[in-house]
């Protein structure tokens, strides 16, 4: 199959970068140079299947390969990390069959989560090192999330874990 999706038919627009990868073209040529040497660093030493070489050596992507150059795999790899298609419609869209874009995505994401680390810009999980990073910040605006979480099904526990915030639950199960 041929890749119907690849960054030279869209390196000039923006605007389509931007909605593909969630990066300026400037930014993803940032990342790129990240993403490129954390990929030669990892495939140098190790084969695509993750078993170790015999010689570490560049690697050199074969002339028929689905994703051949590195900006094609940042590609791919920010518009499943952005985006979230199922797998068959990243098979469509970048020309291959979903079984091996099941392959490529395990390939290419502790990839670019090296280079995003290389590059400094990985999401803070823990709050005294986001409070370091952020203590020279004057604003800060934090976009929160909602996640379902697993419920007690001992009501009393479930009442001391609750909230509050959602009133209709709290109406129905109050008196408990």
């Known amino acids: 199959m041929k890749i119907a999706l690849n960054y030279q038919d869209i390196e000039n627009q923006s605007d389509a970068v931007l909605s593909l990868t969630g990066l300026l073209p400037e930014e993803f040529s940032m990342l790129?140079?990240?993403?490129?040497?954390?990929?030669?660093?990892?495939?140098?030493?190790?084969?695509?299947?993750?078993?170790?070489?015999?010689?570490?050596?560049?690697?050199k992507e074969r002339f028929n390969a689905q994703l051949p150059l590195a900006q094609d795999k940042l590609l791919f790899i920010l518009y499943q990390t952005k985006l979230n298609p199922i797998q068959q419609a990243m098979a469509v869209t970048f020309g291959m069959r979903q079984p091996h874009v099941s392959k490529w995505l395990k390939i290419l994401r502790p990839v670019l989560e090296e280079a995003l680390k290389y590059e400094e810009s990985l999401p803070e999980r823990n709050s005294k090192r986001l409070w370091v990073k952020l203590k020279d910040e004057s604003e800060v605006i934090i976009d929160g999330v909602e996640r379902p979480i697993q419920r007690n099904k001992d009501h009393q526990i479930q009442r001391e874990d609750f909230s509050g915030k959602k009133k209709t639950y709290y109406k129905k199960y109050r008196n408990l």
Do not use: E, H, M, P
């Open 32 to 59: 790129l140079v990240s993403f490129t040497q954390a990929y030669q660093a990892k495939y140098s030493r190790l084969t695509l299947d993750g078993k170790i070489r015999q010689r570490n050596t560049l690697v």
